[in-house]
């Protein structure tokens, strides 16, 4: 009866056993990957920071739409780095920090199997001397009453033990279904507040760079090339440039101009000294 009892006992001690071990196991990993998420993102904040700055930077060399637009962006993109910065340090204090919590948990639990396996052990050494007694005094009945009274003693021990050891891995089991969901209910809320804030901002960010406005940032560009003056002075240096037969063609061409101009003066001055003499003679005729 008390071996059948005491396995009974070994049996449940160690299920107990393998659950805390299981919690021990799993939530010390979750614990770290959580711990390197949150890292990991912080550390893209960190370069969502430095990005932020080179585009203030680039943009303050650009064209006036350009460098509004890209300004726009830069603020838009740095407010999601505040929203990411506190969804660190909730994921920080709702998640891993409960998690962590568990490792004083579980050294707590251990303690208790330990306390449940020395009397599980206690009892396992009484009952062995009590068989070890009867084989060799099966007589000598004070011996064997005493070693029962001190097997009933271990035996009433190592049952209040197990039983407080059940109650507590009871609670215990609880207490970690409750701490799960409420660790993995509060990553999947800061997770989707976050989403919920960069598709806002992203949003925002995108309508700022459809608004630059292209044509005009290109005729900025084009005047910042041509300046006011750039037309006058552009003839000046076509005229300076002409080749020498061009030179020789408009010279050519100012020449048979003026040799024109001669000619016209001089059919001119003849048709006027002809038109005297005709003037003369119809005089003389009228006198005579």
Known sequence: ?????LENRDVQTRQLQDAVTNVEKHFGELCQ?????????ARLRDKADLLVNE???????????????????????AKLQDYRQAEVERLEAKVVEPLKAYGAIVKMKRDDLKAA????NREAKQLTQLERTRQRNPSDRHVISQAETELQRATMDATRTT???????????????????????????????FHGKALEVFTAAYQNIQKIDEEEDLEVFRNS???????????????????????SLS???????????????????????????????LDVTEEN
């Open 1 to 5: 009866m008390w071996r059948r009892s």
């Open 33 to 41: 990957i959580f711990a390197a998420y949150v890292r990991k993102t």
């Open 55 to 77: 585009i203030n930077m680039y943009a303050s060399t650009e064209t006036p739409n350009l460098k509004q637009g890209l300004k726009n962006f830069a603020d838009e993109f």
């Open 117 to 120: 396996l020395t009397a599980r």
């Open 163 to 193: 039983r407080h050891l059940e109650e507590t891995i009871d609670n215990f089991e609880k207490q970690k279904i409750k701490d799960i969901k409420t660790v993995f209910s509060e990553f999947i809320t800061i997770e989707m507040l």
């Open 225 to 247: 090339l041509y300046p006011p003056d750039y037309s006058s002075r552009l003839d000046i240096v076509r005229a300076n440039s002409k080749s020498p037969l061009q030179r």
């Open 251 to 281: 010279a050519a061409k100012c020449e048979s101009g003026i040799g024109q101009v001669s000619t016209c003066r001089l059919r001119k001055d003849h048709q006027a000294e002809d038109d005297d003499e005709e003037d003369e003679d």
